[in-house]
């Protein structure tokens, strides 16, 4: 029974710190599940649109009738009438939000306002007495001026100075008369209350320093030297210093609306825009919905978005553009208060996972909005592109950590760069490679083309083994879960990663091989739980013929230098859906533009994991692998199979005697060993069954079986496997007419 982990979402806004990254219109995605529909048409299922009635026949007269329900059945509406009332459930707000609702959101709220409103009370305290108190005795001399000088500018009525001098300028003697009067009776009132306060206030002073305790006295003093402190600090440097950094939020109206649309192109003369809904809040910012022009598109919308933000006083990273599909003029915008690409998406929750069931989706990162984005790879192939230094190696590099974490994905791992970011993959990867320069002896190009030889051999037979195993296992001809856990049909899900595939493809010698090669897998082998992953810094034709891209059905594009190179990267006519890349600033690391994974496109700000975090989730992941029995191939120092796919055939036929119709497999190898040392010397030194059982794993994606063969030995029958000359003579003419066709 396969244990599966509960992920852990960022606790809340203050996630860990992470790069900026900006957004231009790109489609917005939707969470929300639209509820079940109310049939319209054919027959109402009893009790759901229709209520049985009970037969009125009442022979007992007790108004029961036999067979009647005890409760009374439920009302029951119109289709029509029901379908209106779900609309209306829908439009309902919920009473409690669900941070209020659901425990796991409780507690994430409950973290961040610890840890938020602790960091606060941190900050202000190694303050006090290092900061703030030197202002405070810098600062209340001069409030004590201010104040005294407010003082006395209310009781000489400074207020009324203006009035008098302006009546004397005018010559009206009777209004200065009468100014002058009032401000007699106003200084003479003011003077008194100034007066009698300050005699209250000494009295209060004296009888505190003589009564009051110690403590209380300190009190007053440090109270009344902290409010004149206030006073006397500058207007541009606050006595208090801000633990948060407030950011500018705009409050948006219709107006500002409006002109964003005037100023950007969008309205003429005789039309403007319309506004079908309320502008509302929505979340960290707000959601409009506006009727463009007749005449006027979506696609108008988006070629203006740079427009629209200086309309709406606002930085381009902060607009962002949704499609309607009931109207090609309607445009749903979400203006967000700040950049929300700046807002840190926080470590991976991998971190915390003990281990992934690769069969669901595993958390890759959060949206503009902050919402989840679950990735997955069952039965597709990603490219991600971008150029240096985007974070392009640890996008890719957590969808690989994930697939690590579950014990029955089997790893390939090629870097074409031979960077360090890839390295501590050795401890699970099946087949693991860096660069492209041989080394002690070791060559990566070589590996990594026998690797990809070992899995199209296996892409082939799996298709093979999967039509024929029985339907009770198989029911539908297709890898289940239970199937690729189980060791002994060895069908694992595999994931095939190749960072910088790049330096493989342009390889002067075997590059064109690679490339048809991982065209093949990323093509054929998804759908049977073989997904192909390649990365890269250049997805030009000639780094990355489009013959390759063109297979992977989901792209991952972070920041490139141009549109073309966006397109190039997410598919042609991306840029007229508001997929670009190019747009991304530089600082932007990590964040991309993710299509096809989904139905939805959209931003995906990649969680991070460093390269300390990436040792920890594969240390663990290795320990799970262990436990499971499942760690093979490099990682368990398990060297490849001799590459024989090329030369096996003919090496088999060359061995055989004239007139053998049937050899023992364990004979044929011996025969090889003898005919090719250097590659069949290992199978040669097996014990006897796993001897044969390697000749029939290699001759197996050739449609040669082998069979029981009967031979006489010392007077006995003694049966082992073989295979038959008329196989092997089948398999290489089938070959060869394949060749010749192609």
């Known amino acids: ?170 010559e009206d003697a009777a209004e200065y008369l009468r100014l002058s009067r009032q401000r007699n009776d106003r200084v003479r009132l003011r003077g008194i209350v100034a007066t009698a306060a300050g005699f209250i206030g000494l009295a209060a002073a004296l009888t505190l320093y003589v009564m009051a305790p110690s403590w209380l006295l300190m009190l007053a003093v440090a109270t009344l030297t902290t409010a004149l402190g206030v006073v006397g600090a500058p207007a541009d440097r606050p006595l208090i210093d801000m633990a948060k950094v407030t950011f500018r939020r705009r409050k948006l109206s219709s107006d500002i609306v409006v002109r964003a649309h005037e100023v950007a192109g969008l309205t003429s003369k005789d039309q403007t825009i319309a506004f079908p809904r309320p502008i509302g809040r929505d979340g960290d910012g707000w959601r409009v919905v506006v009727d463009l022009p007749y005449g006027k598109t979506f696609e108008d919308a988006v070629k203006a978005h740079a427009r629209l933000a200086s309309g709406m006083d606002i930085a381009p990273t902060q607009l962002f553009l949704d499609k309607d599909e009931t109207s090609g003029r309607r445009v749903s915008y979400w203006i967000a208060d700040r950049d929300p690409l700046a807002v840190p998406s926080g470590k991976s929750p991998l971190l915390g996972a003990t281990r992934v069931d690769f069969w669901k989706p595993f958390p890759w990162g959060v949206d503009e909005r902050g919402n989840p984005v679950m990735a997955t790879m069952l039965w597709l192939s990603l490219l991600v592109g971008a150029v240096p230094r985007q974070g392009k190696t640890f996008s890719a590099r957590t969808i690989a950590l994930a697939a690590a974490l579950d014990p029955y994905v089997r790893l390939y791992v090629f870097d074409g760069k031979a960077s360090p970011d890839w390295r501590t993959f050795a401890k699970v990867a099946h087949r693991i490679g860096f660069g492209i320069v041989p080394k002690n002896g070791f060559d990566p190009v070589q590996h990594l083309l026998t690797s990809l030889r070992e899995l199209k051999a296996d892409v082939e037979d799996r298709y093979h ?38 330096e493989y493809l342009t390889h002067p010698e075997h590059g064109k091989e690679i490339l048809s090669l991982l065209v093949y897998l990323a093509r054929v082998a998804p759908a049977v739980g073989v997904s192909v992953m390649t990365a890269t810094q250049k997805p030009d034709d000639k780094a990355c013929p489009s013959e390759l891209r063109d297979q992977h059905q989901a792209r991952f594009a972070l920041r490139v230098g141009a549109y073309q190179v966006s397109d190039t990267i997410l598919g042609a006519g991306s840029y007229s859906e508001g997929l670009d890349a190019s747009k991304l600033l530089k600082s932007h690391k990590g964040v991309g533009l993710l299509k096809g994974m989904s139905d939805d ?142």
């Not at 917005?28 to 037969?55: I, M, N, Q, R, V």
């Not at 190694?126 to 001069?142: D, E, F, G, H, N």
């Not at 060895?490 to 990663?497: E, I, Q, S, W, Y």
């Open 601 to 742: 496109s959209g931003i995906v700000r990649t969680y991070l994991a460093d390269g300390r975090d990436a040792d920890r989730i594969l240390t663990r992941a290795a320990a799970l692998r262990e436990a499971e029995g499942t760690l093979t191939g490099d990682a368990a120092g398990e060297a490849p199979a001799p590459e024989t796919s090329a030369t096996i055939l003919d090496d088999v036929a060359a061995v055989l005697g004239k007139g053998e119709a049937k050899v023992w497999s364990e004979t044929i190898v011996d025969r090889l060993a003898d005919l090719r040392p250097d590659v069949y010397g290992p199978w040669a030194a097996l014990e006897p069954k796993p001897k044969a059982e390697a000749l029939t794993s290699a001759l197996k994606p050739f449609g040669v079986a082998t069979d029981q063969i009967g031979r006489r030995v010392d007077g006995k029958t003694v049966n082992k496997r073989g295979i038959k000359r008329d196989d092997l003579t089948a398999a290489i003419t089938e070959r060869n007419n394949k060749r010749d066709a192609g």
């Open 465 to 502: 083994r999967l039509s024929e195993l029985p339907l009770h296992i198989c029911p539908e001809g297709k890898l289940t879960p239970e199937i690729s856990r189980d060791k002994k049909l060895n069908m694992p899900l595999t994931l095939f990663v190749v960072d910088e595939v790049q």
């Open 1 to 170: 029974m396969t244990e599966t982990t509960t992920f852990a979402l960022p606790d809340g806004p203050e996630g860990t710190e992470r790069p900026t990254a900006d957004v231009l219109p790109f489609p917005l995605k939707t969470t929300t599940d639209p509820a079940p529909a109310a049939p319209s048409s054919g027959e109402a299922k009893p009790g759901e649109w229709e209520a049985e009635l009970p037969d009125t026949d009442d022979p007992e007269g007790d108004g029961l009738t036999e067979g009647a329900p005890v409760d009374p059945a439920r009302e029951a509406y119109p289709p029509s009438v029901a379908e209106w009332m779900e609309t209306k459930d829908q439009a309902r707000l919920p009473v409690l939000p669900d941070w209020v609702k659901l425990p796991d959101q409780r507690k994430a709220v409950r973290k961040w306002a610890v840890r938020h409103y602790s960091a606060v009370a941190g900050y202000h305290a190694i303050r006090v007495p290092l900061v703030y108190t030197p202002k405070i005795c810098l600062y209340s001399p001069r409030g004590a001026w201010r104040w005294s000088a407010a003082i006395g500018r209310w009781v000489f009525d400074a207020e009324g100075k203006t009035l008098r001098l302006a009546s004397v300028a005018n």
